[in-house]
């Protein structure tokens, strides 16, 4: 088992969420940073899939009840093992009885406790990821607190200490032009490319506001509730971008000018409250490419990992 004892922040129990299922109204919840929370489970040898602890910014201190091989990815946290401090994508063996502290996150804004074998919570629709909105899947449906212990998968073992090096996080994210794209007037389209976008402080895994030039459109749209998902760029009246995030709804009726990438959704979740981020235009050869990349990284982990 794992026992919280100290939870000051937003962390729930997440994997690479549901899938097939929003034509039925239901979310897809899972990571916000899809490559991170990969990369710590095949570093430990799991399943890309496994469940892991998602911590945002903030604290969080756990206690292991059996030797534990664990590593914490996604955002850089300032965090120790019983004092000893622990650095992130590096693999380490907690002893049972060694407790874990997250202190603050230094860089980035996501982080994950992965662990050997994976968090045993219940799949719920195929997954065990934790549905904020819905309070349903990882552990209880909700966020993790203080008392609360969740079942570790696999067996007590030891693993050799091992590190890898994180691909670096950008705030230039690539984006394709949306359906909706020439709804925009020309003005608007190179203010969306060439300008930058603070990140504003009521952002959430449902959606990253971001703050800038307004968008305005060639007339007013009404446009029916639509398929929306992770990395839709829509534009509401205020003519501020949203991009839906991993919480996000499966419709909505706003215009919408661009698409995130999948392969930069990872980094688009590390940027903090009142960074600036860039967008990119991208032609889908240039996003399958990005995505090559990342398989690549991951399939060099997985290649490590085994060897040690």
Known sequence: MLEILECATLASVQDLGRYGLRRLGIGHAGAMDTLALKAGNLLLQNEENAAAIEVALGSISMRFER???????????QADLDGESV???WRYTARAGQTLRLIRAVH???????VHGGLDVAEV??????????????HQGRNLKAGDRIALGGSACEMQRIGIAPIPFTNRIHALPSSEYTA????????FW?????LQSDSNRMGYRFGGSVLNKVKEIEMLSHAVQFGTVQVPPSGQPIVLMADTQTTGGYPKIATVVAADLGHLAQIRFGSK???QIATPQEAAKLKRHNE?????????AKKK
């Open 194 to 198: 060439q300008n930058p976008w603070t």
């Open 87 to 89: 650095h992130s994508y």
């Open 277 to 279: 981020v860039f967008f």
């Open 296 to 304: 690549a990284y991951l399939h060099q982990i997985g290649v490590i």
């Open 184 to 191: 925009f007037t020309r003005n608007a389209h190179y203010r």
């Open 108 to 114: 980035g804004m996501y982080g994950y406790v992965c």
């Open 67 to 77: 030797d534990t091989p664990f590593c914490l990815t996604g955002a850089v946290y």
């Open 125 to 138: 629709l195929g997954a065990r990821s934790t549905d904020l909105k819905a309070a349903f899947g990882g």
